[in-house]
């Protein structure tokens, strides 16, 4: 476990919560922490898993839009806790990434639900994934589909995750270790394909493995700008559609050998800060990932531009929020100035009283652990537009951060708009 740094925000303690997925973490299910606070104590047994894998089904699962019965029954029936390191088992059914060594981490019940679904699972599909990492993915596909082929480039992972599998008797799952950009052509070709990484560009081994009338989801884009993209394969063409924003760890092997756009961890700054800029074709803002309750405003009195995002929770412990992740060096970078234009409306707290809306700075190492979180908050009740700002020191060992901005399980309405960061050298 990395070392915790509380930082104190306008007069109250902002906790670090733990270690996130490097891009995908949720901080959803905050409703969950008092319970799984009980068994971490010994104050509840191993049968309570089931409660709790059902629990955070409907909370964050159904509640977040999916709604393919097969896929609920398979994230419903598929034991996350038996893919994740016994530290992290406590908080297996959270909505949020958990570290399971080498860098890498377990995508959140969320996201692995939702590319399920996108890809439309079939009892005959024969389905490639590519980035085994724990096995989890590939576990809740076995009971959907004929058979699922899954490679991992990290070995000691892909070695595990096969343990794990054959343990839990996932007999239709086959693993491999490679480079998951050359796919595996010799079982090819798929009806459908996942990627839980992200290259630059879609791999054309992917798409020639692919069969006629399959799909693929995959995250696109630079290091830390992506989305999530599915392809249908109609008379040997591709057809793409963009979905929504993402933020995976990156395709290595091959794909990253031919990366052509780098971050710049010496600069680090927001993308749409403003809100002013949205995916063509869906409602979701641009730059920003793992959206939940929040709306583009178009007001002609915005403090920056015309849109403002607003952020609405009805529901107490209930996540409204956006994420934006970015390379920062400590090395280079001593400090960051964050300022946002905000305002309220009627906001209390959640469950208890640190559910809270806040734009929280987390700061995370060269191995993703977190090293600490600071920012702009929490604010309580109604007010109009402010103009709020901090200077935030970066830890030496900080190598990447995300910027999360919303309620996180209060109520009421929070308004957001011109988030910057500034970097001072």
Known sequence: ????????VAGQDIRCVGRLWCWAAAWVAVALWGVLACIAAGGQPRRDWTALRHEMVEREIIAAGITNPRVIEAMRNTPRHEFVPPSERVKAYLDMALPIGHGQTISPPFIVAYMTEQIDPQPEDRVLEIGTGSGYQAAVLSGLVKEVYTIEIVEPLGRRAARDLKRLKYTNVYTRIGDGYQGWPEK????KIIVTCSPEKIPPPLVEQLREGGRMIIPVGQRYQQVFYLLRKEKGQMKVEALRPTLFVPMT????????????????????????????????????????????????????????A????????RSAQALQGFALDGRYVKAV?????????????????????????????????????????????????QLKTTRIAVPTKTREAILRVGMFGATGELWVDDVRLEPEK
């Open 310 to 317: 607003r952020f609405t929770n009805r529901e107490p412990g």
């Open 188 to 191: 090819a070709p798929f009806d």
């Open 337 to 385: 100035r964050l300022s946002a234009r905000v305002a309220a409306k009627d906001v209390a707290p959640g469950q208890n009283p640190s559910q809270l809306p806040l734009i929280g700075l987390l700061l995370y190492d060269e191995n993703r652990a977190l090293l600490g979180e600071t920012g702009l908050g929490p604010w309580q009740g109604s007010f109009a537009w």
């Open 1 to 8: 476990m990395s070392d915790f740094l509380p930082q104190q």
């Open 253 to 308: 092997g091959q794909a990253e050998k031919q990366r052509t756009v780098h971050p710049d961890p010496t600069r680090p700054a927001i993308v749409n800060g403003g809100f002013e800029e949205r995916i063509p074709s869906t409602n979701e803002l641009a730059g920003w990932h793992y959206q939940r309750q929040l709306e583009q405003v178009e007001d002609p009195k915005a403090p920056e531009g015309t849109h403002y």
